[in-house]
């Protein structure tokens, strides 16, 4: 593991290097004199060889300093403990989304096998495994921002809606806690875009694999004696086939 972090600590590294523009520029502002420069430079190390640089990049890394961010001049630890809960939010949304709309979609697919949704979801599943990530983003704030404006796609929480008590961080959590459904409800709005862009790619996954387990499991015999016994199809998918086809798809 250490090896693998070296290597991609010193990638990182080496790659920042190619990049175009002045650190000590974009540190010190466009108005700086050729002497503040100079200044910036030796305070941030970047007047040293390469190698010596890494090395003090990797000593302050070791220590927790993460440096400061030369946008906001913020600490960029202090920086990262503002915007996690936000991320961590998204992610949880994201993995929520594509695992329940995945199995559903994957055993609708497999229950009308042939027809037109199963059809409909494997064209589904082949473009949406391989569209770019940035150009279904665009394209649903297009559709659902621009054209049906049911959906924001910026922020975490509308202007007038008054943020709930902190305690996670998470806003959809803390507003529940705090009983502020409205805030409920506008947080989840501001998630559906992103997470919903997020998502399509392990939907396309996750559904192929519940249709291909479900397709399997309804071939079973204990699904023909289910069958003769009475049961409805709603039962013998819900009851038997869908429990046997969940093993390989968890």
């Not at 440096?67 to 961590?88: C, D, H, M, N, W």
């Not at 983003?137 to 709930?164: C, D, H, K, M, N």
């Not at 192929?208 to 015999?221: E, H």
């Not at 289910?226 to 086939?241: D, F, I, N």
Request: hydrophobic letters at 50%; proline letters at 6%.
């Amino acid at each position: 593991m250490i090896p693998v972090l070296l290597g991609v600590s010193i990638l990182a590294f080496y790659v920042s290097q190619l990049l175009p523009g002045d650190p000590a520029r974009a540190a010190a502002g466009r108005l700086a004199t050729p002497e503040q420069l100079e200044a910036v430079r030796e305070r941030l190390g970047l007047d040293q060889p390469i190698p010596v640089q890494y090395g003090l990049y990797i000593g302050r890394l070791l220590q927790g300093d993460l440096g400061t961010s030369l946008s906001s001049k913020q600490e960029v630890a202090q920086e990262l403990r503002i915007f996690f809960p936000a991320t961590l939010e998204l992610l949880l949304a994201t993995m929520i989304v594509t695992v329940v709309l995945g199995i559903a979609i994957g055993v609708r697919a497999a229950t009308s096998r042939g027809g037109w949704v199963d059809r409909a979801f494997l064209a589904f599943s082949y473009v949406g495994a391989g569209m770019p990530v940035f150009f279904l983003a665009l394209l649903l704030q297009v559709v659902f921002a621009g054209w049906l404006r049911l959906l924001p796609i910026a922020g975490r929480l509308s202007l007038e809606t008054v943020p709930p008590p902190a305690l996670t961080g998470l806003y959809t959590f803390d507003a529940l806690f705090a009983g502020q459904w409205a805030t409920v409800m506008d947080a989840g709005r501001h998630l559906i875009l992103p997470a919903l862009t997020l998502s399509i790619a392990g939907i396309s996954e996750i559904g192929r694999i519940t249709r291909s387990a479900m397709l399997n499991a309804l071939d079973q015999d204990y699904i023909r004696t289910a069958r003769a016994k009475g049961l409805s199809e709603r039962a013998v998918w819900l009851r038997h086939a869908l429990p046997n086809a969940m093993l390989p798809t968890t």
